[in-house]
C-alpha cells in the first residue's frame, strides 16, 4: 500500500506552494488528503487542492456530513505522516497549547502519527520569544520541522527568517520521515529517570533526574524505526510516540523490567539509578519521637548497566552506559566501560546546569575512540546518538 499523508494547509502566502507540494508528493507514489483551515481558503481554494489530490478536501470540524463521513479521528490516524505547510504562527501556537477549535487543530491534537511543520511567516513574527517558546515545545513533544529558510518575504523590501521552506525540500523531509528508518525491526531498551528506594510508606531516597535526556532518546530510537521499550522511573514526561513505557519505581523493579525486555538489538541505561537502598522497608511510618532519629542501614542496589552487559548468550548487541562525572570525565568514563562491561559510554559533565536542563553536552566513549560533541539540546544529542547505533547496528548485520 502507498503511504498516506494528510496535508494540513494553514493560512499564509505560501499555502499556494503547498498545491506544488501535493504534485509532487502524488508523483513520488505517496498518497495526499488535504485538511484547510479557513485562513488557508482565502489564499487558495478547496476545489484547486481538491482537483489536485482527487478528492474533496476537509475543511470544518462541525460540517455534520464531513464529520459523519470522515471524522477528525480518523483523518488523524488514517495516515502514515501529517504535513503541515505552511505552518502559520497562529497553527503553532494552537498546538503548542493543545488548542482544537478548528479542524486542523483538533486533528493535531488527536493524532498519534509523526507529524512535520513547515513553518511560515514573518520574520518579527519568528523571531518573537511567543513564537520560539512554541517552537521548542513542539520539538521537545517530537515534532519535526523543516525551514523556515531565510530569504525574501512577499512583503516587499523585507527579508529574514521566515520564508516557507521548497516544496522539493518539504516533500524529501516527509519521505524521510515516511522511510521505514534504519531501525526497523530492531528492539530497543532505555531506562530513564530517577528510580526511588523506600524507607517506610512516606519517606524514600531518590536521585536528581528529569528522565529528559532518556526520553529523548526512545523518542529518537522510535523515530528511526526502532521498537523501543523506556523502563522509566517517575518523571512528569509525556510518552513519546511510539514508545512503550513501563513505569517502575524501585531499581530493582526497573532491573526486573529491563530483564523481561530481552531479547534486545541495543540497551541505552541514562536512569539516575539510586545505588543504594535502605536495607529494611519499614512497614508503617516511622514515628518521630523517643527512639530520637533513625538510622537508616542501606545496602546496595543490582547494577542494571553491568548486569545487561554481562549476560552472556542473552546479551544485547550494543550496551550503552552514561556517565554523570563532576571531574575527570574522560578517564572516569573510560574506567566504568571497563568496570560495566558495556560498549559505550556517554559521559557528561553533571557540575554545571545539565541537569534538569534543556542542553547537554557529551563525550561519546567507545572502545577505540573518544568524540567530544558541542553543547546542543537533549533532543539533538538524543539524535546524534540514535544515528550512531543504527550506523552500528546496521554495520554489525552486515558483518554477519
Ligand atoms: N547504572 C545502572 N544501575 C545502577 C547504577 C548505575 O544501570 N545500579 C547505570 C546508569 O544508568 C548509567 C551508568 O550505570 O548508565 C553509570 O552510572 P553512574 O551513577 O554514573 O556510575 P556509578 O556506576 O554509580 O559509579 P560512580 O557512582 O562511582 O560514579
Do not use: Q
Given at each position: 500500500m502507498s503511504k498516506r499523508v494528510l496535508l494540513i494547509i494553514g493560512g499564509g502566502?505560501?499555502?499556494?506552494k503547498s498545491l506544488e507540494l501535493i504534485r509532487r508528493l502524488k508523483d513520488a507514489g505517496v498518497s495526499v488528503r488535504v485538511v484547510m483551515t479557513d485562513a488557508a481558503q482565502r489564499f487558495v481554494t478547496p476545489l484547486a487542492a481538491g482537483a489536485l489530490v482527487g478528492e474533496r478536501v476537509f475543511t470544518d470540524l462541525f460540517d455534520q456530513t464531513q464529520e459523519f463521513d470522515v471524522g477528525h479521528i480518523r483523518l488523524a490516524r488514517e495516515c502514515d505522516l501529517i504535513v503541515v505547510a505552511p505552518a502559520t504562527a497562529d497553527l503553532m501556537a494552537k498546538a503548542a497549547h493543545g488548542l482544537a477549535n478548528d479542524l486542523a487543530s483538533a486533528v493535531l491534537l488527536a493524532t498519534d502519527k509523526p507529524v512535520l511543520m513547515a513553518p511560515v511567516m514573518n520574520p518579527h513574527m519568528w523571531a518573537n520569544a511567543a513564537t520560539q517558546r512554541n517552537f521548542a515545545t513542539l520539538q521537545a513533544q517530537g515534532l519535526r520541522f523543516i525551514g523556515p529558510n531565510e530569504g525574501e518575504m512577499a512583503e516587499r523590501g523585507e527579508r529574514g527568517v521566515g520564508r516557507m521552506a521548497e516544496p522539493e525540500e518539504i516533500r524529501d523531509a516527509a519521505l524521510a520521515a515516511l522511510s521505514d528508518g534504519p531501525l526497523k525491526g530492531k528492539r530497543a531498551l532505555v531506562t530513564a529517570g530517577p528510580t526511588i528506594e523506600a524507607i517506610d510508606p512516606v519517606r524514600f531516597i531518590s536521585n536528581r533526574s528529569s528522565g529528559k535526556q532518556g526520553y529523548a532518546i526512545a523518542a529518537a530510537l522510535a523515530e528511526l524505526g526502532a521498537e523501543v521499550t523506556l523502563v522509566s522511573g517517575p518523571t512528569n514526561l509525556p510518552v513519546p510516540f511510539g514508545v512503550k513505557r513501563i513505569a517502575i519505581e524501585s531499581a530493582r523493579e526497573m532491573l526486573e523490567a529491563s530483564e523481561a525486555a530481552l531479547p534486545l538489538d541495543v540497551a541505552v541505561m541514562v536512569a539516575a539509578v539510586a545505588d543504594w537502598r535502605p536495607t529494611k522497608e519499614a512497614p508503617t511510618k516511622i514515628k518521630k519521637g523517643a527512639a530520637g532519629v533513625p538510622a537508616i542501614a542501606l545496602q546496595e542496589n543490582p547494577d542494571i548497566l553491568a548486569t545487561l552487559s554481562k549476560l552472556?548468550?542473552?546479551?544485547?548487541k550494543l550496551v550503552v552506559g552514561f556517565a554523570a562525572e563532576t571531574n575527570d570525565v574522560e578517564d572516569n568514563a573510560r574506567a566504568k566501560i571497563a568496570k560495566k562491561g558495556c560498549d559505550w559510554i556517554v559521559a557528561n559533565d553533571v557540575s554545571g546546569d545539565v541537569m534538569g536542563g534543556a542542553e547537554n553536552q557529551v563525550l561519546l566513549i567507545t572502545k577505540d575512540k573518544t568524540e567530544a560533541w558541542p553543547r546542543m539540546a537533549k533532543e539533538a544529542v538524543a539524535r546524534k546518538l540514535a544515528a550512531e547505533i543504527a550506523k552500528s547496528l546496521t554495520a554489525k548485520a552486515r558483518r554477519k
Open positions: 502566502i505560501a499555502a499556494y552472556g548468550k542473552k546479551r544485547p
